[in-house]
């Protein structure tokens, strides 16, 4: 019976009377990364493949199949966006992952595409991504665009941070979108202490449907609040 890679992993690390917390510091990752890879919640990345097949002492013909191992073989050294570092393309999925990183080991900048991939790195994009700057489908990081992004500063199709912008958005701060929530929010429909928009939900609302404390309706629209005012295009 074919053993899955989880199993493989798990089986030469004991053979080599490794923990995982010892293996992932030969690879450079943490020991939670390893054990998802034996439980086969997770595949390690591809730059990641031959220190794995280094510290369990075996080729990565072994570890996987001959077609990784050729494939592998034929990463080459180039420069993305200033950074030197590995670029390797298998089965249809593209990584790479620069020479510099952090103490910690994490990569100055990881690209990383294709089905399951992952991105981790101070700038990360990729499938999904994570990191100082990260851009992905599924994005988080300090500065994050994605289809989902989380991020003090957010931008997404669905956006949440400090600052947020995207069809439906949500923002400690600043908010604009289809449909925003902040202290300033601004879109469709807007809610927040200053709010903005078709509809309007404040403290202070301006908007074809105002309402607020103090609410400013359109010529056409309409204003609820206490302070009620109009004002009209010219």
């Not at 074919?2 to 030469?12: D, F, H, R, T």
């Not at 990364?33 to 034996?38: F, H, M």
Request: net charge positive; hydrophobic share 45%.
């Amino acid at each position: 019976m074919k053993q899955m890679l989880g199993e493989k992993i798990y089986n030469l690390r004991n053979k080599k009377g490794l923990t995982q917390t010892q293996l992932g510091e030969l690879v450079g990752v943490s020991n939670k990364a390893v054990s998802k890879w034996e439980t086969d919640e997770a595949n390690p990345d591809i730059g990641i493949i031959p220190k794995l097949a280094k510290a369990l002492d075996v080729s990565i013909g072994e570890l996987f199949d001959e077609k990784v191992e050729e494939e592998l073989n034929d990463s080459k050294k180039v420069v993305k966006f200033g950074f030197v570092g590995t670029e390797t393309r298998v089965d249809g999925r593209y990584e790479f992952v620069s020479d510099r990183r952090t103490k910690k080991g994490t990569p100055h900048l990881h690209i990383n595409h294709g089905k399951g991939a992952k991105a981790r790195g101070i700038v990360a994009i990729g499938n999904n991504a994570r990191g100082i700057v990260s851009m992905g489908y599924v994005s988080v990081g300090i500065v994050s665009t994605g289809l989902v992004s989380v991020g003090i500063v957010s931008l997404g199709l669905v956006a949440f941070g400090l600052i947020a912008t995207g069809i439906i958005s949500i923002a400690l701060l600043v908010g604009t979108g289809l449909v925003a929530t902040g202290v300033v929010a601004t879109g469709g429909v807007a809610v927040g202490m200053l709010a903005v928009g078709g509809v309007a939900i404040g403290v202070w609302a301006h908007g074809g449907l105002a309402i607020g404390y103090w609410a400013y309706a359109g010529e056409h629209g309409k204003a609820i609040g206490n302070y009620i005012g109009r004002w009209w295009s010219r």
